[in-house]
């Protein structure tokens, strides 16, 4: 049986006030001092979509990831790497860490979670970066800004398990920064091989100045493979590459259903989430089965399954079995936000609307895209304030308003705003909501507060493992006193 904990007051966050939620912002965080002055990139600018190409030619031709890995990982065995590739951290039977998901636009909304992390990251074993570190294609040369610089003040390990813009690259980046390995990848063949990004030539000198930003003896980490497993005495903590497309090769699934069998509870962290946008989306093995068939699996006590790549917060407790499993989405380290007001009424995997969880709120979802796109088109009409936005989105869901609101009228004007925005449905068949969480979105980045981020952070002990979602929202409030957006208790024992 899971325990929710009470809200908490001295934080208060989006669940409780607008002002906990970054709204009126009175003053600006201190985030903006730590990052880099030059400008970074844009999604609208071509270039950026051409170096991405390797998503559309993975749909297009098949995903090459599965046989990358395994030269990469025959590579790390050659050279004696440990045969299930664990990471052995000197802790105890209770510890605390962090956990960050799709960090790395190196731009204001990643900054402004980081100081929010290093006060609530005071004490952590070491923190946990899942999926997408580097935007837009995961260069070896873009890791000063977007990752050694905002974490340089971390005073412990980081792992990471890779996302699909990592594999862009070939995951050459990703493999020369975490696991100091390099590896020229034979040739694909085919008009796959002809328009296939190519990894870029790392600049070696600035690689190594950029470690060391990064350079103290409590920061060193030594990550075995791009999947590898946290071996605690409490805990197992497994964390696997699911590449472009999501698809685990053959080698990979072994390994996982090797390491399950251990009879210690698990955490599976992975580049895409199983549960997201009240949709399912288990992630195939290579050979069969999916890896929610070895997280439901009882023999191997996995407890909650984390998931970066969508950019927002979402957790849904399934019910398995006898047992409850938490399916966590945590992508809100840095990126663009997706949107969480598209999101219809759960009921996926049996979940009830009530029992689910998102941030940012889908009240403040709507209202902050519509006065994003209400100056942008110079449409003020569009402009929904949270109250409005809440009251939407409660008709929509058919639930109370998660947060207390004025008295609120929905109008024809009110309707027509949330309709453009993909929160209303039509009165004929038009997938609006499909178009904005796959586009409009990415196409929506902004440098102001509030942010709607966050981050977890775990606490293990031999008896329990909680989780808290803390927000970031730019604003100098939260980011002295980061509120918790969501916390869970699991038993462990």
């Known amino acids: 049986m899971v325990e929710l904990a009470a809200e908490r007051g001295k934080r208060a966050s989006s669940r409780v006030s607008e002002e906990g939620a970054g709204w009126a912002c009175q003053e600006i965080g201190t985030f903006d001092r730590l990052r880099p002055a030059e400008k970074g990139f844009t999604w ?5 979509l051409w170096k991405s190409r390797n998503e559309v030619l993975a749909g297009l031709f098949g995903d090459p990831s599965g046989e990358v890995r395994e030269q990469w990982v025959a590579a790390l065995r050659e050279r004696g790497a440990d045969p299930d590739f664990r990471i052995t951290p000197e802790v105890g039977e209770s510890f605390d860490f ?17 100081p929010g992390m290093l006060k609530e990251g005071a004490g952590t074993a070491f923190a946990i970066l899942a999926s997408d570190i580097i935007y837009p294609a995961g260069s070896g040369n873009d890791y ?34 975490f696991c100091d390995a390099s590896l020229k990848p034979k040739p694909d063949r085919g008009i796959r091989g002809l328009l296939w990004r190519r ?24 990550q075995p493979g791009p999947y590898w497993v946290i071996d605690t005495p409490s ?32 955490i599976l962290i992975t580049g895409k989430p199983i549960y997201t946008g009240n949709a399912y989306k288990p992630s195939e093995l290579e050979g069969g089965g999916t890896v929610d068939d070895i997280v ?23 019910q398995v079995g006898d047992r409850v499993i938490q399916y966590v989405v945590s992508g809100g380290g840095g990126a663009f936000m997706h949107a969480t007001h598209t999101i219809r009424r759960v009921d996926v995997g049996g979940v009830h609307e009530d029992d689910y969880r998102c941030y940012p709120l889908r009240g403040d979802s709507l209202s902050f895209y519509s006065q994003l796109y209400a100056k942008r088109l110079r449409m003020r009409w569009m402009y929904l304030t949270p109250d409005e936005a809440a009251c939407i989105m409660a008709d929509q869901i058919k639930n109370k308003p998660v947060r207390p609101v004025g008295a609120v009228t929905i109008t024809r004007r009110m309707r027509w705003a949330a309709r453009l925005l993909g929160s209303w449905p039509w009165p004929f068949r038009l997938p609006v909501d499909r ?21 977890l952070r775990l606490s293990v002990t031999p008896d329990h493992l909680t989780i808290r979602c803390h927000a970031a929202t730019g604003c100098l409030r939260q980011e002295l006193e980061p509120p918790v957006e969501d916390e869970v208790r699991i038993p462990l024992s």
């Open 44 to 48: 609208l600018n071509p270039v950026t």
């Open 98 to 114: 962090l956990l960050v998901g799709d960090t790395g636009e190196g731009d204001a909304s990643q900054y402004a979670v980081v």
């Open 144 to 177: 000063r800004d977007k990752f050694f610089r905002p974490y340089k003040d971390y005073d412990a390990p980081i792992y990471a398990v890779p996302g699909n813009h990592d594999w862009y690259d070939g995951l050459g980046g990703f493999m020369r920064v």
């Open 199 to 222: 990894p870029e030539t790392i600049d070696e000198p600035a690689l190594a100045e950029a470690r060391a930003l990064r350079g103290r003896p409590a920061q060193q980490a030594a």
């Open 235 to 266: 805990l197992l903590i497994v964390g696997v590459d699911t590449g472009i497309k999501g698809t685990l090769d053959g080698e990979q699934t072994a390994w996982l259903r090797r390491v399950s069998l251990d009879p210690r509870p698990k």
């Open 296 to 318: 439901r699996d009882p023999r191997h006590r996995y407890v909650a399954a984390i998931g970066g790549d969508v950019h927002n917060y979402q957790r849904y407790p399934v």
């Open 435 to 455: 178009v904005f969480q796959h586009f409009l979105s990415e196409l929506s980045d902004w440098d102001t507060p509030p942010f709607f981020k966050q981050f």
